[in-house]
């Protein structure tokens, strides 16, 4: 039958690739550099408690979706897993979650990216320009994807290779040349937090500490479904508070905090004020670094997809394979959907204060999916787990078990707690409105809900992926 045919990832990935795959996708010099702005604004000084606060939740997320991969390999992630846990409703509407998170974080990748090559360059920023730009890396990103999840892994590599040298150059520099902290820094207090702003910039920081989940949505394309995927993320996770914490120190430092908070590029800034000779490499490493976060996005968007259009909530085209083994269309459309984004608001400047809304929903999304994951996980733990599947580690002893739950209700409370004050504080400190913009796409969601229970008789599935070793191949 061809459905069982198009289903077949090949699985080419090592730990090496999905460690690669995840530290990448986090884009920690894009993402200070094209964030950092939005960060200083909302939280001033106050930038590393926000992520700091933000992290704590997302690491015990590492663990969980390690556990989770360990159970329910699967190229759909936390879909597939709400799937097999809470059932087709609730997966269905988390669905939409990673389908709104992922999706509306690519427009705003593209167009920094052309804007930063186009600095790079020394050309106008005009809007023909920009999408000239736009265009090319768009094109790239589907190229690199789909040549096969092997080839955009070592493209991956050299890109991150660069990355990681950039960082060292800045810990080196940075803390090298430490000094007094220049004037219009901003003091830091622990009793003077503004909390209000803390909250705000934990939603625009989950937008740059998320990505690490990307060796998940790779699970069907590991050597070893059910033992290397997640570790990636772990390794992820960890890297990009190490990242962070190692990064924003120095720029609240070295840099005035109005200037980070009316700058486009932050990066760029701190290099002109630290070590202006260096500012031609620091553009090519946060244009290294955008290009990467482009496609590694999008990877995990198609493979959500790739997963929904297996198990019929989405069409069936999404399933279709090239000769790499890539999902062709599940990675074309999502770039051509967003370049019609990007092209709408270069050319019609009354849509930008809309998309500007939408597109900054996005962290809301993202952070909805990590407190969907928590839900899955306490509910496996508590009441699913033997119902579910039959444990086939018993490794696993009742102690990390208990950690584990204990992990998913914190995460569940924390990012709950994050998502009610975002609601509350948005639309004073990102944009009046925002609040409503996420309401009516989380009606939307249930609305999408409510049209798949009414086609129930096209028979939705769920694809249980098993390994070589499970079906008994040699």
């Not at 052309?114 to 790079?120: N, P, V």
């Not at 290779?161 to 219009?184: D, K, R």
């Not at 394309?221 to 390794?235: D, N």
Request: positive net charge.
């Amino acid at each position: 039958m061809k459905l069982t045919k198009v289903r077949e990832l090949r699985q080419v990935l090592h730990f090496n690739d999905l460690s690669s795959l995840s530290i990448s996708s986090v884009a920690p010099i894009f993402s200070v550099a094209a964030a950092g702005p939005a960060m200083a604004q909302a939280a001033g000084v106050d930038v590393p408690i926000a992520i700091l606060m933000i992290a704590i939740p997302f690491v015990l997320c590492s663990w969980i979706f390690l556990s989770l991969n360990q159970h329910f390999p699967n190229a759909g992630g936390s879909y597939h897993w709400s799937r097999r846990i809470l059932g087709r409703n609730y997966s269905n509407f988390q669905a939409w979650i990673v389908l709104m998170a992922y999706f509306w974080s690519i427009p705003p990748i593209l167009l920094p990216a052309a804007q930063f090559t186009l600095a790079a360059l020394g050309a106008p920023s005009t809007s023909f320009n920009s999408l000239l730009l736009a265009g090319f890396w768009a094109l790239f990103a589907a190229w690199v994807l789909l040549q096969g999840a092997a080839i955009t892994a070592r493209i991956t590599q050299i890109f991150l290779f660069i990355e990681v040298i950039s960082v060292l150059f800045m810990a080196v520099l940075g803390y090298g040349h430490w000094g007094p902290a220049v004037a219009g820094t901003g003091k830091f207090s622990f009793l003077h937090i503004h909390w209000a702003g803390v909250v705000v910039c934990m939603v625009v920081a989950a937008t740059i500490v998320d990505g690490w989940e990307i060796d998940t949505y790779a699970a069907e394309e590991s050597h070893k479904p059910r033992h290397t995927p997640g570790w990636g993320g772990v390794v992820g996770a960890c890297s990009v508070v190490a990242y962070y914490l190692l990064i924003w120190p120095l720029l609240l430092h070295q840099v005035p905090l109005a200037g980070l908070q009316q700058s486009s590029d932050s990066l760029g800034l701190w290099t002109a004020q630290v070590a202006p000779t260096f500012v031609p490499w620091m553009r090519v490493a946060v244009i290294a670094s955008t290009a990467g976060s482009l496609w590694l996005t999008t990877f995990i968007l198609s493979r959500a997809l790739f997963a929904m259009g297996r198990d019929r909530i989405m069409p069936d085209s999404f399933t279709l394979l090239n000769r790499a083994q890539a999902p062709r269309w599940a990675i074309l459309v999502p770039i051509a959907l967003s370049m019609l984004i990007v092209m709408t608001q270069l050319f019609f400047p009354s849509t930008r204060s809309l998309f500007n809304l939408v597109l900054s929903a996005a962290g809301f999304f993202l952070v909805a999916e990590f407190l969907l994951d928590g839900v899955n996980m306490a509910y496996f733990l508590s009441r699913g787990h033997h119902h579910v599947v039959q444990h086939q580690y018993r490794q696993l002893s009742r102690h990390r078990h208990l950690g584990l739950f204990l992990a998913s209700i914190f995460v569940v409370l924390s990012l709950a707690s994050v998502e009610v004050l975002f609601l509350y504080f948005g639309p004073q400190y990102i944009a009046p409105g925002i609040d409503k913009t996420v309401l009516v796409f989380l009606v939307l969601g249930i609305g999408y809900v409510l049209y798949l229970r009414w086609r129930r008789h096209q028979h939705q599935g769920t694809f249980i992926f098993e390994t070589v070793e499970e079906n008994g191949v040699s």
